[in-house]
């Protein structure tokens, strides 16, 4: 059974437009994912300026998850990790109790190119909250192959299909990028009360309904969705089990409101760390 359908919405995040997906009015989560965002396609003339460059800017409560489709990123964080990101390589880095980090076009500046991906953020359980800060990085041949006569593609993190993938994850979750040849029917496990589909490229149909890029069905407890690509179709399959309710403030997830007003105090007084190549300006807390 369809719970519902979650259409993107444009966000502009400075120097270009992202398709944010969640957190939604109506659904704030699905598993562990407090925040889902395309980036992209977006395509960047030669040279790419710094001012399409992420400043330094914070995390709390949370853990990011990059993976690409196109394009190239350099990943800088206050721990001191600088981080090439390629298509299909995972970067996942746990922000615990406070971590900043910077995203740049290092290798694409010269000659510009298209960005397209997706970055996700994962709630950490309570009792990692509080934990240190962690960064962790597989290329694609690190991360398990999902193959079958109709589609193929790569187990991102957690559990699904009989295999697992090598990064630390601190809940129970799936998180899957599945390309669907026309006509294939897309597996969602079953092991996961919350489960969710991202169309990332092509048309997909539930129900006798289709669906186009940009549409994120999610599906209810217990549920086996016949669901079919109607010609050759990209998508992202995510969920899990939740994490309990969870409070988000500009870049920062807690457990309660009180821990994010301690994370905007943290920023603002710089207790926070600044990556240390990062010798320029960051992103100032923003106004209350």
Same mark, same amino acid.
């Given at each position: 059974m369809l719970e519902m359908v979650i259409e993107t919405r444009l966000h502009n995040i400075g120097a270009f437009d992202v398709g944010r997906v969640l957190p939604f009015r109506k659904r704030r989560m699905v598993g562990p994912f407090i925040f889902f965002d395309r980036m992209g396609p977006q395509h960047f003339a030669a040279p790419i300026t710094t001012d399409a460059d992420v400043l330094p800017h914070p995390h709390t409560g949370l853990a990011t998850v990059t993976y690409l489709f196109e394009g190239t990123m350099t990943h800088r964080d206050s721990l001191g990790v600088?981080?090439?990101?390629? =298509?299909? /390589?995972?970067?996942?880095?746990?922000?615990?109790?406070?971590?900043?980090?910077?995203?740049?076009?290092?290798?694409?500046?010269?000659?510009?190119?298209?960005?397209?991906?997706?970055?996700?953020?994962?709630?950490? =359980?309570? /009792?990692f909250e509080e934990s240190d800060p962690s960064f962790q990085h597989f290329d694609t041949a690190q991360l398990p192959l999902l193959e079958d006569t109709h589609y193929s593609g790569r187990l991102i993190a957690g559990k699904a299909f009989g295999c697992e993938a090598p990064v630390d994850v601190f809940s129970p979750l799936f998180y899957v990028d599945l390309q669907v040849k026309a006509g294939g029917r897309i597996p969602l496990p079953s092991a996961y009360s919350e489960r969710a589909i991202y169309v990332a490229k092509g048309v997909i149909e539930y129900g006798g309904h289709r669906y186009e890029a940009g549409h994120m069905l999610v599906f209810a407890v217990g549920a086996d969705p016949d669901v079919r690509a109607v010609g050759d179709a990209r998508v992202m399959l995510l969920g899990g089990e939740s994490v309990g309710e969870r409070f988000m403030w500009w870049n920062f997830v807690a457990s309660s409101k009180e821990r994010l007003e301690q994370a905007k105090a943290d920023w603002q007084s710089g207790r926070i760390a600044l990556p240390p190549m990062d010798n320029e300006a960051y992103i100032p807390l923003p106004e209350q």
């Open positions: 600088q981080q090439q990101i390629r =298509p299909g /390589e995972l970067n996942w880095m746990s922000a615990g109790s406070g971590i900043s980090h910077s995203e740049r076009f290092d290798d694409m500046r010269p000659t510009g190119g298209t960005l397209d991906g997706i970055q996700a953020w994962v709630a950490l =359980p309570k /009792e």
